[in-house]
T-cell receptor
């Protein structure tokens, strides 16, 4: 019973490098999203998807790209890493759009440091 | 813009004590409110979900209440245990489907 799986768990990047954070869920959930968690700021929504082929921006989308080619996978791409993107990233999924009335499931997080 | 505030930011209580965590939000037009638990180095685990039409939800020693009109929710933990030590976050869902807004959390430590 995997739930929401994120990889890698830890990553160090140099400024300007690109990378992809992987997220996969095995619960056939329509809704998936990416958050970043920073001290004193809570979790902030980066991008979300309400189904395969459909993505939209959240609160802090700049510097990030997403795609949703399958129901299961929702990768987050950092195009050109900056120190301001040092954070903990969480992927989440829920059965229907926006978690209305549905429990939201989170992955265990990806710790990213940009030097 | 929805803002969610949690007070206190940190709390330390002795084992066995009953305690209340507070969550307030500025926009009462919400679909639901959820309480999560986060252990160090881990993701978030959903504890309770309260629909906007509900007043409270209970799960074991946890009871969450919602007063939508005043923009407040409380999480009551009965007979606290050291294993309850974690950060507790509340989040509201409102506006468009994507808008899950989190508070910054209350870090709880239950001491022996």
């Amino acid at each position: 019973n995997a739930g929401v799986t994120q990889t890698p768990k830890f990553q160090v990047l140099k400024t300007g490098q690109s990378m992809t954070l992987q997220c996969a869920q095995d619960m056939n959930h329509e809704y998936m999203s990416w958050y970043r968690q920073d001290p004193g700021m809570g979790l902030r929504l980066i991008h979300y998807s309400v189904g395969a082929g459909i993505t939209d921006q959240g609160e802090v989308p700049n510097g990030y790209n997403v795609s949703r080619s399958t129901t299961e996978d929702f990768p987050l791409r950092l195009l050109s890493a900056a120190p301001s993107q040092t954070s903990v990233y969480f992927c989440a999924s829920s059965p229907s759009t926006g978690g209305k009335g549905n429990t939201i499931y989170f992955g265990e997080g990806s710790w990213l440091t940009v030097v | 813009k929805q803002e969610v505030t949690q007070i206190p930011a940190a709390l330390s209580v002795p084992e066995g004590e009953n305690l209340v965590l507070n969550c307030s939000f500025t926009d009462s037009a919400i679909y639901n409110l959820q309480w999560f638990r986060q252990d160090p180095g881990k993701g978030l685990t959903s504890l309770l979900l309260i629909q906007s039409s509900q007043r409270e939800q209970t799960s074991g020693r946890l009871n969450a209440s919602l007063d939508k009109s005043s923009g407040r929710s409380t999480l009551y933990i009965a007979a606290s245990q050291p294993g309850d030590s974690a950060t507790y976050l509340c989040a509201v869902v409102g506006g468009t489907a994507s808008k899950l807004t989190f508070g910054t959390g209350t870090r709880l430590q239950v001491t022996l």
